[in-house]
């Protein structure tokens, strides 16, 4: 369902889109909208990016995707749902 994200307000698609500048806001490989919230500093490495899942949308407060669904799609699933 990539791509998907965004189309609730021009806003968020021009957040996503930035032409002039990096976007904080993105979908990463896995299909979940992310938005950077800080730097962190690494050991003998560059400076990496703080990703955090996006719930709603920063602009017009529309749900963008769950929990849940972000746990599915990132594999992260620490509870047993149970299906074989
Ligand atoms: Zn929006």
Redesign the pocket.
């Known amino acids: 369902m990539a791509g998907t994200f965004?189309s609730?307000?021009t806003?968020?698609t021009d957040a996503m889109s930035g032409e002039e500048f990096e976007p904080l806001i993105t979908v990463g490989d896995d299909g979940v909208l992310y938005m950077s919230v800080g730097l962190v500093e690494l050991e003998d490495e560059e400076p990496g990016m703080v990703d955090h899942p996006v719930f709603f949308?920063?602009?017009?407060?529309?749900g963008?995707q769950t929990p849940e669904e972000v746990r599915e799609k990132t594999g992260d699933d620490d509870e047993d749902e149970g299906n074989a």
């Open positions: 965004g609730c307000c806003e968020l949308c920063p602009f017009c407060g529309k963008l």
